[in-house]
């Protein structure tokens, strides 16, 4: 994937969300579930650092497979500041690659790896984290995104 791809996705609100309609630079990460400690901690992280995104021009979007209406409770419970957005589908993960085996405790199943994406303002892709430790990963995500 070198280019931002074109997949919609669910707002918050129920509404359409097109990757491609959104503005440049942008982040998109991917997160296994709602209100599960890393995912809250990763949420709150980049929530934390909204207005530093949103100085440096980028837009910022997290993306799991719940619902909106949990997105919406998720947002509440934690007053994130942060866009979510629905991939119940999966056709978002299928385009970026975050629909993976996963294993714990020796059982195996298919789930979100959590990973991250920025695309500068051509739309190419400028830099993916994968398999993403929460601890500093928003702040990092910052620089790259300053440094475009």
């Known amino acids: 994937m070198d280019t931002l791809p074109d997949v919609t996705l669910t707002a918050i609100d129920g509404q359409p969300l097109r990757l491609k309609d959104q503005p440049l630079p942008l982040v ?3 997160y296994p579930k709602d209100d599960t400690a890393g995912c809250t901690r990763e949420a ?3 929530s934390a650092m909204a207005g530093e995104f949103a100085s440096a021009g980028v837009v910022v979007i997290g993306v799991s497979k719940d619902p909106p209406a949990k997105h919406e409770k998720f947002v509440a419970k934690y007053d994130l500041a942060v866009a979510l957005a629905s991939d119940e589908d ?3 993960c299928e385009a970026f690659g975050t629909w993976v085996e ?3 405790y020796g059982r195996r199943y298919m789930g979100i790896e959590r990973a991250t994406f ?3 303002r051509d739309g190419q892709l400028a830099r993916a984290w994968r398999k993403v430790k929460v601890p500093g990963h928003a702040a990092e995500v910052l620089a790259a995104a300053r440094a475009l």
């Open 28 to 30: 998109v990460y991917f």
């Open 44 to 46: 709150q992280d980049f």
């Open 118 to 120: 920025l695309f500068g």
């Open 102 to 104: 996963k294993s714990m």
């Open 90 to 92: 999966g056709s978002a």
